[in-house]
Structure formats: structure tokens, C-alpha cells
């Protein structure tokens, strides 16, 4: 091998078990693409938990390097758009699942996946928000360009994890009241401080729900998939809408057309993955107008790349709260 050395966290797998660990790479063991990076920050999220402890079939080819997210220094460059010394953000696009990933000090990446970084951002607060506060931002936007109705309250459920804090936040300091469901409620003055009004037990969304329930919210951002998002659509009320981006809760939709055809109701599907770059660009842009002082502390965790694979196993058991941060040492 030649090039300069770097560390990464490889998963490899033997015998159907996935391991992970942090090894020394070179230059030469990156991946094609245009642009090289000099990572500073990742981010952990739920789908990097699932590729890292092996519980999801997330990685499909090995050795990989994890992380959906990245941001940092470009290196060197044949994409003119993003000279050597331009500092960019990288979420989606296969990365960390097909590609290598942003949990090393290097990575190397299309430059049609990338953008330049929020100039209201530093690198650090772009990994606070990463591919949950994306998606968070394009839920909300999808319910805003849709119209629901202000009067009542927008549910937001898996409101104590990273799409759903960032949701909550953003939710509340547009004006809207919010209703967090959460299966933790030692987090309910957490959810609170973040804009919520009202704290529902998660137990509530979970059960078995009739088609059509009274009519509760204006719309929902919904993060868990399952019973939860059919329970969510059934107390929809008219007109409103429901911004679904997770499946934690099951990938299964256990309900009727009775909210779609009774109520008018709407299901947003919401994708962050090959979202188009001009709509990833907003989303960044209205991120650093509505939150210009970026999460708050409490939400933001951040750790190192050794101690990556113990928070993974910790993300997927529902141990985590809000958001976590990696950050890759200079090298």
C-alpha cells in the first residue's frame, strides 16, 4: 500500500457476524470519486447503528467504512465546483452503505454528491443537525408547502431521537404547536425545552387504532413507521397531512384508505437520501435561518471514533437522546 496514512472505522464480516473496528488505512484504499476530503466531523444516526452492530442488512459490501454523514476540507479536487480548501457537507447518496463512509479521517466522494457548507454553520453544527436535521427540515417544509391547519397541534412521534428533536425544535420556532411522543418520559422537560407543548406516552400511538379516531392534529412528522404512523393518519385531521421517514417501528402499514378517502388525509414520503441537491441546499439554508445558534447543548453529544461502535449498539436499543457528533482528529 502507498499513500498517507489515516484511521477509519472498517466493519468487515466472517460467519454472518459483523465486526467493527478502528484500523489504519492509506490514500490508495480509498474509493473512486473526484473530490478527497479531510474529514472533521460524522455523525452517528440509526441506520449507522443498524450497519455497525450488524442488526440491519444496511452494508451490503465488505470491508466498509461507516457514517452517512461527513463534513470537512477538501483535499484535492478534479470537480472545479469544489477546490482544494473548500469546506463541504456530505449526507446520503449511498454513502456508508455502498460507499465508504465519513467515520474515517479521509473520504472520497462524487462531487455531484456534495454541498458547501452553510455559511451561517461551522463544520461542527452541520454533523449536529446531519441527515436527521435534514430530514427533519424537508418533513417540515413538506407540511408547510401543504397548508395544515395551524389551530391544532403537530404530532411528532420518536420525538426524543434525532429527527425527532430537530423536528420539535424546528416545528416550535415556526410557530406550531407540538405534540412529542415519546416512550421515554424522563424526557418529557428535554422535549419541552426543545418547544413542545405536550408530551404523549408512546404506548398511546402503538396500539391498535380504529380507521378513523377523533381528529387531533393538523399533521405529524413521523419517524417510527408501523402501527404508530397508522395510529398517527387515523387522528389526522381534515386535510391535514403526515411527513413519514423512519421505520424503526416497523416497515409494515397495518391500517385503511379510511383517513386518505374519508378525511382527505395526505401521506408525505420523505427521502434524504438522492434528495435533489437544489432542495438539499434550502433545507441547509432555512436549517441555519430558523436555528442560527444551532442545536442546544443538551441535544448534542459528541465522541470519538473509538468509542463509535459502543454508542451504535446504544443508538439501535433506543439509548440515545437527540443527536451525536464524531469528531475525527486532524491529521
Not at 61 to 87: K, Q
Request: aromatic share 4%; hydrophobic share 45%.
Amino acid at each position: 500500500m502507498s499513500g498517507n496514512a489515516f484511521q477509519a472505522l472498517v466493519l468487515r464480516q466472517a460467519d454472518g457476524a459483523t465486526t467493527a473496528s478502528v484500523e489504519t488505512m492509506r490514500d490508495d484504499d480509498l474509493p473512486a470519486g473526484e473530490v478527497t476530503i479531510a474529514v472533521r466531523y460524522s455523525s452517528l444516526n440509526y441506520k449507522d447503528g443498524l450497519a455497525i452492530t450488524g442488526k440491519g442488512r444496511i452494508v451490503r459490501n465488505f470491508p466498509m467504512v461507516p457514517g452517512i454523514d461527513l463534513a470537512g476540507v477538501v483535499e484535492e479536487s478534479r470537480d472545479a465546483r469544489f477546490p482544494a480548501g473548500a469546506e463541504v457537507v456530505l449526507t446520503g447518496w449511498g454513502v456508508g452503505e455502498t460507499n465508504w463512509g465519513g467515520m474515517a479521517q479521509k473520504a472520497r466522494a462524487k462531487g455531484d454528491w456534495l454541498v458547501a457548507r452553510p455559511q451561517a454553520m461551522s463544520l461542527e453544527q452541520t454533523m449536529s443537525f446531519g441527515t436527521a436535521g435534514l430530514t427533519a427540515m424537508l418533513c417540515v417544509d413538506a407540511l408547510e408547502r401543504h397548508g395544515i391547519d395551524r389551530a391544532r397541534e403537530v404530532l411528532v412521534t420518536g420525538a426524543s431521537g434525532g429527527v425527532g428533536s430537530v423536528a420539535v425544535a424546528l416545528l416550535a420556532k415556526l410557530g406550531y404547536r407540538v405534540a412529542a411522543a415519546t416512550g421515554r418520559p424522563e424526557h418529557g422537560a428535554y422535549l419541552r425545552e426543545l418547544g413542545a407543548e405536550t408530551i404523549v406516552p408512546r404506548a398511546e400511538l402503538a396500539q391498535p387504532s380504529r380507521p378513523l379516531a377523533s381528529e387531533r392534529w393538523g399533521g405529524a412528522v413521523d419517524t417510527v413507521g408501523g402501527q404508530t404512523l397508522v395510529s398517527a393518519l387515523a387522528a389526522t385531521a381534515y386535510g391535514g397531512a403526515v411527513a413519514a421517514c423512519g421505520l424503526v417501528g416497523g416497515a409494515d402499514l397495518p391500517g385503511t384508505v379510511m383517513p386518505f378517502i374519508i378525511r382527505g388525509v395526505s401521506l408525505l414520503g420523505i427521502d434524504s437520501v438522492r434528495c435533489p441537491i437544489d432542495r438539499r441546499t434550502t433545507a441547509w439554508r432555512r436549517l441555519s435561518e430558523l436555528l442560527p445558534d444551532g442545536l442546544p447543548g443538551e441535544v448534542v453529544e459528541e465522541i470519538g471514533l473509538g468509542e463509535v461502535a459502543d454508542k451504535a449498539a446504544d443508538i439501535v436499543r433506543g439509548a440515545v437522546r437527540g443527536r451525536v457528533v464524531v469528531k475525527l482528529p486532524e491529521h
